[in-house]
């Protein structure tokens, strides 16, 4: 197949790499010029995927509707914040039926809008699926085995995005539930970032694993409200992906939130990740959300609370320890 992937970050590069070493004709496109010429001149994403070599046959590119035009499929890998900007930059080119792939994780805040919904209010003559689940791009560029979710409206679509992206490391199943993919993709970095709080803040597993399993749930009973079918939570872009994001050094959201445990700001945490922190953007998005759904979101709101109230993180925590005795489940 022709495949542009559409923003050239750490995962953006990863997954060109991985499509191109599938046999397939790859374009790398980033909006930032100084970036392309970084990439084709070092034939690597030093500041943001350095090790990973870039085959000299993927083409990169700051021009976006050559990256568009004659593409089978494009793969949207820019991130959150910058999903509907780009998509609408991108409109007057998409041919039809060309199958977009959204990659990036987070929810809206102005609109509450999971990305393929910000991608279809867009574009109106695409094919749109998504693809997520546990997957650093750190271990994907070094072909560490990973498994994925592919979701669309139609089979065939889903089944386009699996054949495209798998390989005997790359595994990809296939799911019909889009809205629970994408909320347990972007709710799961707002955990993480409590995560990175509870490690900070010098605690131990037992209280990560509590957070961990809570998690999942906060996240679940706010999915089903919305549509999402409980397997999906139970699933790789649920519980799979709220592990890996909550445990590992590759996560910005855990490093961001390791930072603010220890006493800095959300700003002065991201400055020094250095990449964009998708929980920031999506905790107010998500406690609005669950407003609106009348759902108990005790973790969301304690970050809420740190992020955006000056709340210290000392206080949020043992907080959410003696909130009012409840059952597990129901007698």
């Given amino acids: 197949m022709k495949i542009s992937v559409l923003g050239a970050g750490s995962w953006g590069t990863a997954l060109a790499v991985l499509l191109c070493e599938n046999?397939?004709?790859v374009t790398l496109w980033s909006i930032d010029k100084r970036e392309v010429e970084m990439i084709d001149e070092k034939r690597e994403q030093v500041e943001k995927l350095p090790g990973v070599l870039i085959p000299d046959?993927?083409?990169v590119t700051n021009d976006l509707e050559s990256s568009i035009t004659g593409r089978d499929m494009l793969v949207l890998a820019v991130?959150?914040?910058f999903i509907r900007s780009t998509s609408k930059s991108m409109a007057p080119f998409i041919e039809d039926h060309q199958i977009i792939v959204n990659v990036?994780?987070?929810i809206e805040e102005s609109t509450l809008m999971n990305m393929t919904d910000?991608?279809?209010?867009?574009?109106h003559n695409a094919r749109v699926g998504v693809l997520s689940g546990p997957s650093h791009a750190e271990e994907v560029g070094r072909k560490i085995p990973t498994t994925v979710v592919a979701g669309a409206h139609d089979k065939a679509t889903a089944e386009a995005i699996q054949d495209a992206f798998m390989n005997p490391v790359f595994r990809v199943y296939t799911s019909p539930d889009m809205i629970g993919i994408e909320l347990g993709a972007a709710l799961k970095n707002v955990i993480a970032?409590?995560?990175g709080i509870v490690d900070g803040l010098g605690f131990g597993d037992n209280t990560k694993a509590a957070l961990i399993t809570r998690g999942i749930a906060e996240i679940t009973r706010l999915g089903m409200a919305m549509g999402g079918r409980p397997e999906t939570f139970a699933g790789l872009s649920g519980i799979g992906d709220l592990i890996v994001t909550c445990t590992s050094t590759h996560s910005r959201?855990?490093?961001?939130?390791?930072?603010i445990g220890q006493g800095k700001t959300y700003q002065e945490a991201m400055d020094e990740v250095k990449m964009v922190v998708e929980g920031v953007y999506s905790a107010k998005a998500a406690l609005a959300l669950a407003k609106k759904y009348d759902v108990e979101v005790p973790i969301t709101e304690q970050v809420n609370r740190v992020l955006f109230d000056g709340v210290p993180v000392k206080e949020a925590v043992p907080s959410l320890l003696l909130r009012n005795r409840t059952s597990e489940?129901?007698?």
């Fill in 23 to 25: 046999g397939h004709d």
């Fill in 57 to 59: 046959r993927i083409a």
């Fill in 79 to 81: 991130p959150s914040i």
């Fill in 104 to 106: 990036s994780k987070g």
């Fill in 118 to 123: 910000v991608i279809e209010d867009e574009i």
């Fill in 193 to 195: 970032l409590a995560a």
């Fill in 253 to 259: 959201n855990h490093n961001a939130g390791y930072l």
């Fill in 329 to 331: 489940s129901e007698w």
